[in-house]
T-cell receptor, first 112, second 111 residues
């Protein structure tokens, strides 16, 4: 299994509070991704990174920000959580020349 | 991104082959065909990919139509562990590392 972990694995938070999810890899892959998964939607890309301090928006980036200060960590921040951001969040890693993306175990976030 | 169309669900008997279809009529010449699957309560995992020729690996086979407008993922001998949602995805080869997931096919294996 690819060395990719997510923390926390479960979180319940209140509307309006900031939340940060962490993705950590030990594979030294260039690309890292954040997806969310909701019933009936499959996975949708939120943001991705193609190197340290290099990030770009995905399909559903509104309300989310990301940071990548070192190769192994990619942080997803919800500045002010809303109930519509209740979802399962998956981190993935991959890179140029690597056709596969490897996914983490997911973080289940509930915003009440 | 080019779109794929898959059946919402399929059933198959254990220990029999399974053929999962995918239509991608708007595929471009540089699009690779990727398959991922997602087991219950897990993140997706890579299954196989191809461009023009049929491909085999330890998990499955990928049969690609000559015109590339459709493909079929073949599980040669389904086990209960193969019950998952299977996603067919088109991925551009040039500088675009993103995957665009659809809703996939939910495969149920009947013991």
């Amino acid at each position: 299994d690819a060395g990719i972990t997510q923390s926390p694995r479960h979180k319940v938070t209140e509307t309006g509070t900031p939340v940060t999810l962490r993705c950590h890899q030990t594979e030294n892959h260039r690309y890292m991704y954040w997806y969310r998964q909701d019933p009936g939607h499959g996975l949708r890309l939120i943001h991705y990174s193609y190197g340290v301090k290099d990030t770009d928006k995905g399909e559903v980036s509104d309300g989310y920000s990301v940071s990548r200060s070192k190769t192994e960590d990619f942080l997803l921040t919800l500045e002010s959580a809303t109930s519509s951001q209740t979802s399962v969040y998956f981190c993935a890693i991959g890179g140029t020349g690597f056709y596969e993306q490897y996914f983490g175990p997911g973080t289940r976030l509930t915003v009440t | 991104d080019a779109k794929t169309t898959q059946p919402n669900s399929m059933e198959s008997n254990e220990e029999e082959p399974v053929h999962l279809p995918c239509n991608h009529s708007t595929i471009s010449g540089t699009d690779y065909i990727h398959w991922y699957r997602q087991l219950p309560s897990q993140g997706p995992e890579y299954v196989i990919h191809g461009l023009t020729s049929n491909v085999n690996n330890r998990m499955a086979s990928l049969a690609i139509a000559e015109d590339r407008k459709s493909s079929t993922l073949i599980l040669h001998r389904a086990t209960l562990r193969d019950a998952a949602v299977y996603y067919c995805i088109l991925r551009e080869n040039f500088g675009n590392e993103k995957l665009t997931f659809g809703t996939g096919t939910r495969l149920t294996i009947i013991p």
